[in-house]
């Protein structure tokens, strides 16, 4: 359905908005006797015809719908005697209440977008606790296995050197060092585990900007005062 808004105000840019996400309704035109209106300037910044006569816009054959935001009575009444057989007229009152009810839904799911945006950043912060403690412990864990390495290493020539008096302390060396290499790739496995965390705490971090920003989206279409 093509439609036409006659009137650049704020309910303009709300239903500018509104009708952009939608397929079968499609603005194209809006006037308003002033060219800086916030309608008409929101018009512009989405390609869409603005003009300052109404009329010539109106008369338009390819109009299915004009919606009218001025609340001007001569203006409906203008409107309605150039009304052609099968076109539509949507008066101010209609369009008000239209538009009090996609701030009353942007508003709720402004809300609901900002309780899920702290959600997302409260558990953000608890995964970069938990990578960094595991991270820390990592560390402490290569350290004790590189002290651990050389002690065995130790033991290893003082067996050797003790000849068969030290064939049974080797043993038990040599089990220590399979322990070492076992936890090793235990600490390989770690590892890998904190390079995903990493991975899923920057993709966190990214969705909670952008539900951040679907907040601020969603309150921009909240407006002081009348929408018309």
Partial sequence: MKTVLVGGGNAAVILLDFFEALDDVKVIGVSDPRDDAPGM????????????????LTRRLDVDMIIELTGSSKVQAELLKNLRPGQEIMSAACAKLMCDMIEVQAAHNAKAAETIADKFKASGKQLQIAIEKMDDAYGEVEKLLREAGLVTLNAKIESARAGDAGNAFAIVV?????????????????????AEGHDTLAHLQE???????????????QTAGSAI
């Fill in 174 to 194: 040599d089990r220590m060092h399979e322990m070492l290499n076992s936890i090793r790739g235990a600490m390989e496995k770690i590892s890998h585990a904190s």
């Fill in 207 to 221: 969705s909670g900007n952008e539900l951040a920003d679907v907040f601020r989206r969603s309150k921009s279409y």
């Fill in 41 to 56: 300037v929101r018009a512009r910044s989405l390609k869409i015809l603005t003009t300052t006569n109404t009329e010539e």
